[in-house]
């Protein structure tokens, strides 16, 4: 596709399931980040890849988050025992490589209940 | 590690009037700089970028912003605000270095009045 793509865009999910989330990149980006909006907050960094390794996954809040990447193409961020403060619109983007421009996803809008 | 902080998380300012949206970087070497936008309900866009060449860097819709490393600041400016400027702003920082990080500031929201 011309753009990042992330599903769903929407998720209901209960507190205590599990939630997977998807990023497809722009094609040839070898570069890929994770963000956590909150409601009427600015961007928690949660993760980058470069290809498929993660040199920074120090923004992940618990050990319940993980993410990967194959192929250096599709990644997919996974909430483990999700709980209500992991309500937020989790955003994808990807740049060519590492400190050019990042063009970013509509965001997955998640909600625990 | 490199960190961005933006003064004010919310600005109002009169349709025709200067705008200036303040960030700063802290980073013994000067990263690479950008300014994000986010209308609402949107996805955030590039505004503009500082990547080493000309410290005033010129974006879209007539924001610039300008590069001053002895303040380590990156405010982003625009001559005339319009009603369609209205949206928030986010400053952000990566690193010179091998990694790559993308770090944002927690963002400006701006209100244009009529």
């Known amino acids: 596709g011309a753009g990042v793509s992330q599903s769903p865009s929407n998720k209901v999910t209960e507190k205590g399931k599990d939630v997977e989330l998807r990023c497809d990149p722009i094609?040839?980006?070898?570069?890929l980040y994770w963000y956590r909006q909150r409601l009427g907050q600015g961007l928690e960094f949660l993760i980058y890849f470069q290809g498929n390794s993660a040199p920074d996954k120090s923004g992940l809040p618990s050990d319940r988050f993980s993410a990967e990447r194959t192929g250096e193409s599709v990644s997919t961020l996974t909430i483990q025992r999700t709980q209500q403060e992991d309500s937020a619109v989790y955003l994808c983007?990807?740049?060519?490589?590492?400190?050019?421009?990042?063009?970013f996803g509509q965001g997955t809008r998640l909600t625990v209940v | 590690a490199q960190s961005v902080t933006q003064l004010g998380s919310h600005v109002s300012v009169s349709e025709g009037a200067l705008v200036l949206l303040r960030c700063n970087y802290s980073?013994?070497?000067?990263?690479?700089l950008f300014w994000y936008v986010q209308y609402p309900n949107q996805g955030l866009q590039l505004l503009l970028k500082?990547?080493?060449?000309?410290?005033l860097v010129k974006g879209i819709n007539g924001f610039e912003a300008e590069f001053k490393k002895s303040e380590t600041s990156f405010h982003l400016t625009k001559p005339s605000a319009h009603m369609s400027d209205a949206a928030e702003y986010f400053c952000a920082v990566s690193d010179r270095g091998s990694q790559g990080n993308l770090i944002f500031g927690k963002g400006t929201k701006l209100s244009v009045k009529p």
């Open positions: 980073s013994s070497v000067p990263p690479y």
């Open positions: 094609s040839g980006h070898t570069a």
């Open positions: 983007a990807s740049s060519y490589r590492v400190q050019t421009e990042a063009f």
């Open positions: 500082y990547t080493s060449a000309a410290t």
